[in-house]
C-alpha cells in the first residue's frame, strides 16, 4: 500500500547532492551488508532485499539487518524471482543502480542441492535483469552484479585476467555464475541496460560467511574440533573493505556512463564491463590457518588432504588492472591484517570465553545478535 511507498522512497532517497540511489539484493547477506552500510555511511539511498534462507544460520542475516535498520536501512523480506515485487519497488522510487549481489553461493552444497543454483544464480537474475529493463522511471538503473573468480574453473594462466578462457567451470556454481555473464550480455545488447559484473575472489571479514573455510576453521580451532584443509590449495583471499570499495566505485562509474539523470537510449551503446576484485596475493590455506592459530591462541587440529574433484579449483590469483584503470582499485590489506578485523569481531559475536586457554566455549550461536 501507500505507506510501503513511503518506506522505500524513505530508504531510497540520498542524504547528499548527485548521491546514488541503490536497490541492494543479497543486503543480509555478507557482502551486501557491508555495501549498504557504506553507500548510507557516504549519503547514497539504499534499499535491501533478502529472502533470509537458511543456507547459513539466518540468525546472523536477521542481526545483518537490525544493524542496517539501525543506519536507516530498509531490508525487505522478497524474493528475486518474484518479479512482479521486483518491478513494483523499481517503480516505487527513482533507482539509479541495482547491486545484485543475491545468489546461492558455495561450491561444494551444489551438490547437495543443485537446483537452487539454478533458481536463484540463472533464473533469479533473470527476474533481476527484466525488472531493471522495464522499469516504470525515465531511466534504466545501472546493474552491478557478482559473478566469481570460479569462472575461471580449471584455467592455469596465472593470474587470471578477464580476457581469459572462462568455458571449463569445476562445479556448478561456477558454471550458473558463468552461465549469468552470458545472460548479462544478452540483456545489454537487447535491452541497452548497462551492466558491470564483478568476479570476487574469496571475500573474508567480519560478519562473514559461517560456511567458508576461514570461518568454519576459526569455529572448530575454538572448539577443539578437526579440520580437513587441502594439500597445495592456494587462495586469492580478499578483505572485504577492499571488495565495499570495489563494488562502490563500480558504481560509481557505471552511473556515470550511463548518464543516470535521465534517458533511456543515451547515445552509443550501453556498456557490459566484467572485472576482477581480488587481492593479487594468493595464499597458501595452510598459511591461512596458521595465522588463525596465533590470533586465537590455540592450535588446530589438521588433516592434510590431496584435493577431491567435487567443485574447488586448486588455486585463484587476480589480475586487477582493469578494475585499477577504470575505478582506482587498489587492495590493500594484508591476511594477518584482515583475519585480525575477522577474529575481533568473531569471540565478540560468539562471546568466546578464555581465549587462547582451553575452555573455549561457544555460546549460544550469536542468537541475541549485537
Ligand atoms: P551471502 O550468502 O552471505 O549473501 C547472499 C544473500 O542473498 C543471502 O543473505 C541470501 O539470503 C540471499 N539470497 C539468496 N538467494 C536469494 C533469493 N532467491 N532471493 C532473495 N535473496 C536471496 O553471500 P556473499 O558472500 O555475501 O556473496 C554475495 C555475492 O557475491 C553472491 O552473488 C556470491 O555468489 C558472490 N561471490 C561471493 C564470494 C565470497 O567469497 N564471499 C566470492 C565470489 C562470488
Same mark, same amino acid.
Given at each position: 500500500?501507500?505507506?510501503?511507498?513511503?518506506?522505500?522512497?524513505?530508504?531510497?532517497?540520498?542524504?547528499?547532492?548527485?548521491?546514488?540511489? &541503490?536497490?541492494?539484493?543479497?543486503?543480509?547477506?555478507?557482502?551486501? %551488508? +557491508?555495501?549498504?552500510?557504506?553507500?548510507?555511511?557516504? @549519503?547514497?539511498?539504499? &534499499?535491501?532485499?533478502?529472502?533470509?534462507?537458511?543456507?547459513?544460520?539466518? *540468525?546472523?542475516?536477521? /542481526?545483518?539487518?537490525?544493524?542496517?535498520?539501525?543506519?536507516?536501512?530498509?531490508?525487505?523480506?522478497?524474493?528475486?524471482?518474484?518479479?512482479?515485487?521486483? +518491478?513494483?519497488?523499481?517503480?516505487?522510487?527513482?533507482?539509479?543502480?541495482?547491486?545484485?549481489?543475491?545468489?546461492? #553461493?558455495?561450491?561444494?552444497? =551444489?551438490?547437495?542441492?543443485?537446483?537452487?543454483?539454478?533458481?536463484?544464480?540463472?533464473?533469479?537474475?533473470?527476474?533481476?535483469?527484466?525488472?531493471? #529493463?522495464?522499469?516504470?522511471?525515465?531511466?534504466?538503473?545501472?546493474?552491478?552484479?557478482?559473478?566469481?573468480?570460479? &569462472?575461471?574453473?580449471?584455467?592455469?594462466?596465472?593470474?587470471?585476467?578477464?580476457?581469459?578462457?572462462?568455458?571449463?567451470?569445476?562445479?556448478?556454481? =561456477?558454471? $550458473?555464475?558463468?552461465?549469468?555473464? /552470458?545472460?548479462?550480455?544478452?540483456?545489454? +545488447? !537487447?535491452?541497452?541496460?548497462?551492466?558491470?559484473?564483478?568476479?570476487?575472489?574469496?571475500?573474508? @571479514?567480519?560478519?562473514?560467511?559461517?560456511?567458508?573455510?576461514? %570461518?568454519?576453521?576459526?569455529? *572448530?580451532?575454538?572448539?577443539?574440533?578437526? !579440520?580437513?584443509?587441502?594439500?597445495?590449495?592456494?587462495?586469492?583471499?580478499?578483505? !572485504?573493505?577492499?571488495?565495499?570499495?570495489?563494488?562502490?566505485?563500480?558504481?560509481?562509474?557505471?552511473?556515470?556512463?550511463?548518464? &543516470?539523470?535521465?534517458?533511456?537510449?543515451?547515445?552509443?551503446?550501453?556498456?557490459?564491463?566484467?572485472?576482477?576484485? @581480488?587481492?593479487?596475493?594468493?595464499?597458501?590455506?595452510?598459511?591461512?590457518?596458521?595465522?588463525?592459530?596465533?590470533?586465537?591462541?590455540?592450535?588446530?587440529?589438521?588433516?592434510?588432504?590431496?584435493?577431491?574433484?567435487?567443485?574447488?579449483?586448486?588455486?585463484?590469483?587476480?589480475?586487477?588492472?582493469?578494475?585499477?584503470?577504470?575505478?582506482?582499485?587498489?587492495?590493500? $590489506?594484508?591476511?594477518?591484517?584482515?583475519?585480525? +578485523? %575477522?577474529?575481533?569481531?568473531?569471540?565478540?559475536?560468539?562471546?568466546?570465553?578464555?581465549?587462547?586457554?582451553?575452555?573455549?566455549?561457544?555460546?549460544?550461536?550469536?542468537?541475541?545478535?549485537?
Amino acid at each position: 500500500g501507500a505507506a510501503w511507498e513511503r518506506e522505500i522512497r524513505r530508504s531510497a532517497t540520498p542524504r547528499r547532492a548527485d548521491g546514488l540511489s &541503490v536497490l541492494v539484493t543479497g543486503a543480509a547477506g555478507f557482502v551486501g %551488508f +557491508h555495501c549498504s552500510l557504506a553507500l548510507r555511511a557516504r @549519503g547514497d539511498g539504499v &534499499v535491501g532485499l533478502d529472502n533470509f534462507n537458511a543456507y547459513y544460520d539466518p *540468525s546472523l542475516k536477521r /542481526a545483518r539487518q537490525r544493524l542496517l535498520a539501525s543506519r536507516g536501512v530498509s531490508v525487505l523480506d522478497a524474493d528475486i524471482n518474484d518479479g512482479a515485487l521486483l +518491478h513494483r519497488l523499481l517503480s516505487a522510487a527513482p533507482f539509479t543502480h541495482v547491486l545484485h549481489l543475491a545468489a546461492q #553461493a558455495g561450491v561444494r552444497h =551444489a551438490m547437495r542441492d543443485p537446483q537452487a543454483y539454478v533458481s536463484s544464480n540463472v533464473a533469479g537474475l533473470v527476474s533481476v535483469l527484466e525488472a531493471a #529493463a522495464h522499469a516504470q522511471y525515465q531511466q534504466q538503473p545501472a546493474v552491478v552484479w557478482a559473478s566469481s573468480s570460479s &569462472v575461471y574453473g580449471l584455467n592455469t594462466e596465472s593470474p587470471f585476467s578477464e580476457d581469459h578462457r572462462t568455458d571449463r567451470p569445476a562445479s556448478l556454481y =561456477a558454471a $550458473t555464475k558463468k552461465a549469468g555473464e /552470458a545472460i548479462a550480455h544478452a540483456y545489454n +545488447h !537487447i535491452y541497452g541496460l548497462s551492466i558491470t559484473g564483478l568476479r570476487f575472489f574469496t571475500v573474508y @571479514g567480519p560478519w562473514g560467511r559461517p560456511d567458508m573455510a576461514y %570461518f568454519s576453521f576459526a569455529r *572448530s580451532i575454538v572448539a577443539g574440533d578437526p !579440520i580437513t584443509l587441502f594439500r597445495d590449495a592456494r587462495r586469492d583471499f580478499t578483505y !572485504i573493505d577492499d571488495v565495499v570499495r570495489g563494488c562502490l566505485g563500480a558504481l560509481d562509474t557505471a552511473g556515470k556512463s550511463t548518464g &543516470v539523470s535521465g534517458g533511456r537510449k543515451k547515445s552509443g551503446p550501453a556498456p557490459l564491463r566484467m572485472y576482477n576484485l @581480488g587481492n593479487t596475493s594468493p595464499v597458501p590455506v595452510t598459511r591461512m590457518v596458521a595465522v588463525l592459530e596465533k590470533l586465537l591462541g590455540k592450535k588446530a587440529n589438521k588433516r592434510v588432504v590431496t584435493m577431491p574433484s567435487n567443485g574447488d579449483v586448486p588455486f585463484t590469483h587476480a589480475n586487477v588492472t582493469h578494475a585499477a584503470r577504470d575505478f582506482g582499485y587498489r587492495p590493500t $590489506t594484508s591476511l594477518e591484517e584482515g583475519l585480525r +578485523h %575477522f577474529v575481533d569481531w568473531f569471540v565478540q559475536y560468539y562471546k568466546i570465553e578464555n581465549k587462547g586457554g582451553n575452555g573455549n566455549v561457544l555460546a549460544a550461536g550469536g542468537k541475541t545478535g549485537k
